[in-house]
């Protein structure tokens, strides 16, 4: 009978040898200095926010997108890292760069987009 391949487990724990992975949750006021803290925990919930509204933004408007070709398959380049790349910086206005993201996307979406202004997003 021909050897069994080793499982990523198997090949790890024979490089490794036997170990045991121990996580600690702490919280974050208690790792920074005092007076960081408050500076550092609104940079984080500022950045937190930013990010969040250009991710809802993004997904608007693919929501936008499906649901203007409802009588059509979703496209599957939208499941791709490409697209999602594409998509927030064409929602954050790269004026240098927005008609190459707007090119890109209508690589990605077909001509339903193209006929799609920039302005619109």
């Known amino acids: 009978m021909p ?8 090949q790890v724990s024979d490089l490794l040898g036997k170990r045991i992975s121990v996580t600690r949750k ?3 006021e ?3 200095r005092p007076e960081y803290r408050t500076q550092l925990t609104n940079r984080i919930i500022n950045m937190s926010s930013k990010l969040r509204d250009v991710m809802v933004r993004s ?3 693919v929501n936008y997108y499906i649901l203007c070709q409802n009588d059509q ?4 380049k939208i499941y791709t890292q490409n697209f999602w790349y594409s998509v927030p910086q064409l ?10 993201y707007h090119l890109r996307l209508v690589y990605f ?3 339903p987009f193209s006929q799609t202004s920039t302005s619109q997003i």
């Open 73 to 76: 398959p979703v496209n599957n």
């Open 59 to 61: 997904q608007f408007f």
């Open 30 to 32: 208690t790792i920074l």
């Open 109 to 111: 979406l077909g001509k």
């Open 26 to 28: 702490i919280k974050l």
């Open 3 to 10: 050897p069994q391949k080793l499982t990523k487990a198997q």
């Open 91 to 100: 929602v954050l206005n790269k004026t240098n760069q927005q008609k190459q």
